[in-house]
């Protein structure tokens, strides 16, 4: 059965989905996380074995995972055209 998205979407939720979505096309993942600076605001980050990190900001925590995945999904997306 596949995963029913929940009516209103956790961080937690969002996390664990970037988390998956990168583990499946790059490989191992070291972690996703996400944390306030007070300089630049909120501030999403993946972290992988073999590559550097990805990192995207946002005016609060949603909107900085929300930037990242569509990072990722961007990344993934070009690397498939080619």
């Known amino acids: 059965m596949a995963e029913q998205e929940p009516e209103v979407k956790t961080i937690d939720f969002r996390i664990q989905r970037i988390h998956k979505m990168a583990k499946g096309h790059f490989g191992e993942v070291r972690f996703v996380g996400i944390k306030y600076h007070e300089k630049i605001g909120w501030v999403a980050k993946i972290q992988f074995d073999e590559f550097e990190s990805l990192i995207a900001e946002g005016e609060d925590a949603v909107s900085a995972l929300?930037?990242?995945r569509k990072r990722v999904k961007k990344i993934i997306d070009r690397?498939?055209?080619v």
Do not use: I, S, V
Request: glycine share 0%; hydrophobic share 35%; proline share 0%.
């Open 66 to 68: 929300k930037n990242l």
């Open 79 to 81: 690397y498939n055209l």
